[in-house]
């Protein structure tokens, strides 16, 4: 293999970690390009995005009349979704049934701001719960296959019991809180990869050892296709259309409904707070961080200094992490030694494993292209 010269981009904080960055003759990356040609030219959170909100809340009030909920959040109690919550039922009046999905490893401190929300906004709340012997077992099965993505079990579960969910009872609105100002850099696929239902049965078929038989499921073509044009469940992102700034939005979550603040994106969970801050960092030099702060600063609501600063401490404290690693080697009913062994073990890539890569990649180039999604992606 050939040795690749550290760099890192003189516009945002992404470097070459992610080995397939690309540089123009500046030293700006293409996530900066994608970001400027891509997704700038056809972002409103203004006028423009007011106003086409209320258009779509009017179609979804008129859709939903006669209904309980005339559409659907999840809700995980973190910035985004929350924010999300507030704005739906207070600023746009809509009726959303609220869905949480309990895979197991929720701090407190998320549990405690889902019900704040609920219960300040008048909301109802239905909570899935995942099996735990299922997955429990499909974690283990992540660690035992050393990808990077060990955040694949929980986060499929949440997205697929949410989608699954709305689907059968025939909600048609799904209202997510996804947006450009927090997550317009998507971090790249060498760190996370893709919802691919094909790796995932893959690595339980080889490390698993419980059947998965109520494990909510939903591949990207059943997502794409059969939600949305068999069953028409529509996807709106709201808070694309809205000013949405982090830091006014925590301020006015804290403010109006006691809210809490963890340390950073994502770490309302003890399995994401390791994955991210140790099994990516420690065995594979992949820091999310530099993507989460890339969006801050190519939208202006940090510096690029400031984020150099924050990447040049460590994620997260080395004793809280060796406490992390010994909680969830407990719950997976590891001991801690084990554990640490799959950690030292050799890395592997979806490549390693049966995937739908090509597949699933083509249908987002085509979908970049017809312009239904706009991140960068290659
Ligand atoms: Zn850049």
Excluded at 42 to 51: C, F, L, M, R, T
Excluded at 197 to 221: A, E, N, S, V
Excluded at 257 to 284: C, M, S, V
């Amino acid at each position: 293999m050939s040795e690749t010269i550290y760099q890192v981009c003189t516009n945002c904080v992404m470097d070459t970690t992610d080995p397939e960055i690309k540089f123009d003759e500046s030293g700006r990356c293409d996530f900066c390009d994608n970001y400027y040609n891509s997704i700038l030219p056809s972002w409103h959170p203004d006028e423009i995005g007011a106003k086409e909100l209320q258009t779509i809340a009017e179609k979804i009030k008129k859709d939903g009349k006669g209904k309980t909920y005339d559409c659907i959040i999840g809700l995980s109690g973190g910035v985004d979704s929350s924010y999300l919550a507030y704005i739906v039922k207070e600023k746009l009046g809509l009726r959303p049934l609220m869905v949480s999905v309990d895979a197991g490893w929720n701090l407190n401190v998320a549990n405690e701001n889902v019900h704040k929300i609920i219960k300040a906004l008048n909301l109802d709340l239905y909570t899935i719960v995942v099996d735990w012997e299922e997955m429990k077992d499909l974690q283990l099965a992540f660690f035992k296959s050393q990808v990077p993505y060990q955040d694949t079990p929980q986060d499929h579960a949440i997205f697929a019991g949410l989608y699954n969910y709305a689907a059968k009872n025939g909600i048609k609105y799904v209202l997510t809180g996804g947006n450009y100002s927090t997550e317009g850099v998507k971090p790249p696929q060498e760190w996370t990869y893709l919802n691919d239902i094909r790796l995932i049965r893959d690595i339980h078929r080889k490390f698993g050892k419980h059947p998965l038989k109520t494990f909510p499921l939903c591949g990207m073509f059943k997502y794409k296709l059969y939600y949305r044009y068999f069953k028409g469940v529509r996807v709106i992102r709201p808070l694309n259309m809205v000013p949405y700034h982090k830091d006014e939005a925590i301020a006015e979550l804290e403010q109006k409904f006691g809210w809490q603040q963890y340390a950073n994106k994502h770490y309302d969970n003890i399995l994401t707070r390791f994955y991210e801050g140790y099994w990516l960092p420690k065995k594979f030099g992949y820091d999310k961080r530099k993507a989460y702060l890339s969006s801050l600063v190519l939208t202006e609501q940090m510096t690029r200094q400031e984020a150099l600063d924050i990447l040049a401490k460590p994620p997260y404290d080395e004793a809280l992490a060796m406490q992390d690693l010994e909680y969830i080697a407990s719950k997976l009913d590891i001991t801690k030694e084990e554990f640490i062994e799959l950690m030292n073990s050799e890395n592997k890539t979806f490549r390693d494993y049966r995937n739908s890569e090509k597949l699933l990649k083509s249908a987002i180039r085509f979908a970049m292209r017809v312009g239904v999604e706009k991140r960068n992606f290659r």
